[in-house]
DNA sequence: CCGTCCACTTGAACGCGTTCGAAACTATCT
DNA sequence: AGATAGTTTCGAACGCGTTCAAGTGGACGG
C-alpha cells in the first residue's frame, strides 16, 4: 500500500515559468523575483501534504520545519527524533505527521535553502567575470560554501537523494524547483560568459543540465570527501572546471563534430528525459 | 557514541574472494556449506562480525543469509523484517544479529553473488568477440540480465551504496574484492580486443577503472529505469558503447593529445584514489 | 443560539530494527 | 568428572518512525 501518492492531493502550487532554452535575453536576466528569505516561502509547501488553507496552519507547518532544521544541524539527522522535534516545537508527533509525511521530507527544507542561496551567492560572486571556466569554477565553489554547514548529514540527504522511489531524488522527482534554480544558475553561468555567443545554439541548450550534472559528481564527490573543509573537493573543482571549459571550446572545431553529435544525441534522448526535462 | 565501530574487533580480516559455488538447481538448503578450501573463506563473511570460529556457525551464518535473500526476492528489501528471516531460517533474532551487524549487511550477499555471475557469464558471452565496442556492450548488458531479477528492491541497495559511512559502499569501500572482480572483468575486456595493442600503456591502465565507473553510470540509469525488463536502460548501453569505444580510439590522435592528458591526470590523482585504487 | 462541517491537533499504540544480559553449548585443562 | 573459558543462541525489552481513532475549535447557516 503505498499511500505516498495518494495523500498528496496532487496539486503543485508552482506553476511552470518559460522552458530555460528558449530565453533570448543575452543582456540583464531580470529573473530575480526571488525574495530574499525563502525560508518560510510557499516554495517549501512541497513534500508535504495538502496545501495549507489557514494562516494558523502554515505558521505551524514552518515553526514544525524550522524547529526540525536547527535540531538537525544542532544533533544530526539520526540523533533527531521526530518526537525531540515535536516537543521542542511545542506541538505532537501526530502534528508533525499532519505537516510532512515522512521525516524525510523535512530534510527538503534544506535542499531548498541551499539552492537558493548557493544561486543568490554564485550571480554575486560571478558578476563581473566573463571567462567562462572562472564562471563555472566561481558557481561550483559557492556551491561548496553554502554547503559546508550542512557536510556532516549530507550523507543522509544523499542517501535519500539516491533513493528513486523518493520524490527528493533530484533525478526522478518531476517538476522540481530547486533543480530548475539550479540549472538556470548554470544557464545564467554560461551566458554571462564570452563563450556563450560562439557555440551551436543547440549545444547551448543543452549545457546548462550538463553543468547542472557537473554539479551533481561535484556534490558525490563532496559527500565522500572526509578531507578538511572539503580541500580535496575544492582541488577537484579548479582541476575540472578548465578541463570543462577547454572541452565546450573544442566542440566547435571540425575534428570534434561526431563525437559532438553522438553525444548530444545520447543527452538529448536518455539523459535529459530522465531527470525531468522534456526537450521538445 | 556510535558503537557500530567498536563492537566490530576493529578490522575484520577478509582473507579471499573466492566465487560464490554455483548453487545446486533447486535445493537451496544448507546442505553443502563447506567450502572445500581450508584457508579460503567464503566470500560472503565479510560484512558481518567476527570471524566464524566453528563449523557449525558458517552454517549458520549462511543458512541466515541464504533465507534472507530468498524473502528479499519473495517479499522484497522493506518488507522483510529481521524476525521473519530469524523465524523462517529458525533461529532467534538475536543469533542473525550476532552474525550481520545490521540488516544493510544482508544486502551484500547480493552484491558478491551478482558480482561473481556476472564476471562468470560476461567472460563466457564475450569469448570469440574481438570488437571493443561489442565487448564492453556485452559486458554491460550481461550485467544488466544478472541484475535483472533483482530489480525490484535494488532501490534499497544503492540507497545503502550511496552512504558514505556504510563501509557497503562501491566507492568508499577499502579492499572490495567484489569490486576487484568487476574491475578485472573490464580489463578482459579491454585485453581482449583489437584495441588493446593500439593503446598508450598508461591510458590501458586507467581504462578498466573508467569502464567500471561506465557501469556505476549504467546501474545508475537501470536504478531509475522503470520501463519494463529496464528496455530503456538496454537502449542506453547500445547507444553509449559505440560512443564510448569511439572515444578511446580517438584518443590516440594527436589532436585529442591535451584533453587526454588532461583527463588522465583528473583520474590519477582525483578518482582512482578515491574508489580505493592506489596506482602507482 | 445551536448544529454541522472541516481544518487542525492529540497521544496512545503498532511494527520493526536493534540491543543486552543471560543461558546453553563446546572445547580444553586438571 | 568437574572447572574454566570461549563461542553461540536466545528472547524480552528499548527506541524510534509512523498510524489512527478520537478530539478541539472556529466558521457558517439556520
Redesign the interface.
Known amino acids: 500500500m503505498d499511500d505516498a501518492a495518494t495523500t498528496n492531493g496532487g496539486s503543485d502550487p508552482i506553476s511552470a515559468a518559460s522552458p530555460i532554452g528558449t530565453d533570448g535575453p543575452t543582456g540583464t536576466d531580470a529573473s530575480e523575483h526571488r525574495p530574499p528569505v525563502p525560508g518560510l516561502l510557499p516554495a517549501e509547501v512541497r513534500g508535504g501534504r495538502a496545501q495549507p488553507k489557514t494562516d494558523k496552519s502554515e505558521q505551524t507547518r514552518a515553526l514544525i520545519l524550522e524547529t526540525a532544521m536547527r535540531l538537525f544541524q544542532e544533533r544530526g539527522y539520526e540523533k533527531t527524533t521526530m518526537r525531540a522535534i515535536a516537543a521542542e516545537a511545542g506541538v505532537s508527533v501526530g502534528n508533525a505527521y499532519y505537516y510532512f509525511e515522512k521525516k524525510e521530507f523535512l530534510i527538503q527544507g534544506f535542499y531548498d535553502r541551499m539552492t537558493y542561496e548557493h544561486a543568490a551567492d554564485a550571480r554575486i560572486r560571478m558578476a563581473g567575470t566573463t571567462d567562462f571556466a572562472e564562471r563555472l569554477e566561481i558557481a561550483l565553489t559557492s556551491w561548496i560554501d553554502c554547503a559546508a554547514e550542512y557536510h556532516e548529514f549530507a550523507?543522509?540527504f544523499?542517501?535519500?537523494?539516491?533513493?528513486?522511489?523518493s520524490s527528493l531524488?533530484p533525478?526522478?522527482s518531476e517538476s522540481h524547483p530547486a533543480r530548475k534554480t539550479a540549472v538556470e544558475l548554470f544557464g545564467e553561468t554560461l551566458s554571462g560568459s564570452e563563450l556563450a555567443p560562439k557555440l551551436d545554439a543547440e549545444l547551448a541548450e543543452l549545457l546548462p543540465d550538463l553543468l547542472w550534472l557537473h554539479l551533481m559528481i561535484v556534490v558525490l564527490?563532496w559527500?565522500?570527501d572526509r578531507t578538511p573543509d572539503t580541500e580535496?573537493t575544492r582541488?577537484?573543482v579548479r582541476?575540472?572546471t578548465?578541463?570543462a571549459a577547454?572541452?565546450i571550446n573544442?566542440s566547435r572545431f571540425r575534428?570534434f563534430r561526431?563525437?559532438v553529435r553522438?553525444?548530444k544525441?545520447?543527452i538529448q534522448?536518455?539523459i535529459l528525459p530522465?531527470i525531468g526535462r522534456t526537450t521538445k
Open positions: 550523507a543522509q544523499f542517501r535519500t537523494a539516491a533513493d528513486p522511489t531524488s533525478f526522478s564527490y559527500v565522500f580535496r582541488e577537484f582541476r575540472s578548465p578541463m577547454r572541452i573544442l575534428v561526431p563525437i553522438d553525444a544525441g545520447l534522448d536518455f530522465t
